[in-house]
T-cell receptor, first 110, second 115 residues
Framework: LAKTTQPISMDSYEGQEVNITCSHN???????ITWYQQFPSQGPRFIIQ???TKVTNEVASLFIPADRKSSTLSLPRVSLSDTAVYYC???????????FGIGTKLQVIP | NAGVMQNPRHLVRRRGQEARLRCSPM?????VYWYRQLPEEGLKFMVY????????ESGMPKERFSAEFPKEGPSILRIQQVVRGDSAAYFC?????????????FGPGTRLLVL
């Protein structure tokens, strides 16, 4: 599994766009980049997944440069309810010994 | 389409008792994974099962822990003779398969407290 590095914490004001960057220098050809969101006392929730370029859904956008050694999760106009821990994962399929790091703790400030 | 279901959501046990945690995967999913999360830490893989088969249990402690996913019914994670260090949140996830790009969907977790 490719090792990932992301900031431990970030603060943002309500209404701002938040970008969380994840480094994964050892990403393999078959690997996908997947982001999860976890609220306190809840299980991780799938947000978005991509392989290359840009992916957008109703929740977020994921930007992946050509070399795929990093990715950026973009949350548009965050609200207080976006306060959570965000995990970046790189793996190639449903079965992986997926181990989540400590993620990025995003605190949205009113 | 119901998501991954786990019960109980909270479980309190005294040292030496047994804990049984249940997980029903999403409809159409035949792959189940169990994870453990300690406070302020990320989730750690424990075991991966398919119906009636344990595929990979390399993340599970060698003693006292077992898991099953019978042909009928939920997957069960069983912890015998619990100790205080077993206190954690246990999450179950499921996926439809293992093809590239297939992701895992998580349940709400069971919080085990050992007194």
């Amino acid at each position: 599994l490719a090792k990932t590095t992301q900031p431990i914490s970030m603060d943002s004001y309500e209404g701002q766009e938040v970008n969380i960057t994840c480094s994964h220098n050892n990403i393999a050809t078959n690997d996908y980049i997947t982001w999860y969101q976890q609220f306190p006392s809840q299980g991780p929730r799938f947000i978005i997944q991509g392989y290359k370029t840009k992916v957008t859904n109703e929740v977020a956008s994921l930007f992946i440069p050509a070399d795929r050694k990093s990715s950026t999760l973009s949350l548009p106009r965050v609200s207080l309810s976006d306060t959570a821990v965000y995990y970046c994962l790189v793996f190639s399929g449903g079965y992986q010994k997926v181990t989540f790091g400590i993620g990025t703790k995003l605190q949205v400030i009113p | 389409n119901a998501g991954v279901m786990q019960n109980p959501r909270h479980l309190v046990r005294r040292r030496g008792q047994e804990a049984r945690l249940r997980c029903s995967p999403m409809k159409g999913h035949s792959h189940v994974y169990w994870y453990r999360q300690l406070p302020e830490e990320g989730l750690k893989f424990m075991v991966y099962l398919q119906k009636e088969n344990i595929i990979d249990e390399s993340g599970m402690p060698k003693e006292r822990f077992s898991a099953e996913f019978p042909k009928e019914g939920p997957s069960i994670l069983r912890i015998q003779q619990v100790v205080r260090g077993d206190s954690a949140a246990y999450f179950c996830a499921s996926s439809p398969g293992t093809d590239s790009g297939e992701t895992q969907y998580f349940g709400p977790g069971t919080r085990l407290l050992v007194l």
